[in-house]
């Protein structure tokens, strides 16, 4: 798949979950980030890591909604894990997919 179009698809999911949990955004980008593989403002900017791409669906949706959350839940407090688990189950497994795939390029990365 070529990178514009695996882009378009995951802009595509963020819409999916932004709809699904209810959030507006207002500009959302995906770009080479360095210590982060997503961060997201007050104003409704979403930013996600361009790292992201090479990983497959259930990892997009474990940033994608971790990230949209914060929107509503600004720590990762009991209230973020149980909507956490609500929607995605054992997303911890996912976040040990997405730090140990690709151990040199999650070394030092956060999600937002």
């Keep these: 798949m070529r990178a514009d179009s695996k882009k378009a698809e995951f802009k595509h999911r963020v819409r999916h979950w932004a ?11 995906v770009r080479p980030m360095r210590n982060k593989w997503a961060s997201c403002s007050t104003n409704g900017h979403l930013n ?3 790292d992201l791409l090479s990983h497959d669906r259930p990892v997009w949706d474990y940033v994608i909604v971790h990230e949209l959350l914060h929107f509503s839940v600004p720590n990762h407090g009991k ?34």
Excluded: C, P, Q
């Design 79 to 112: 209230l973020w894990k149980s909507l956490m688990r609500a929607h995605l189950g054992d997303y911890e497994a996912m976040e040990r997919r997405l730090t140990a795939g690709n151990a040199s390029v999650a070394r030092g990365r956060e999600v937002g």
């Design 19 to 29: 709809e699904k949990l209810d959030v507006k955004n207002i500009w959302l980008g």
């Design 48 to 50: 996600f890591n361009a």
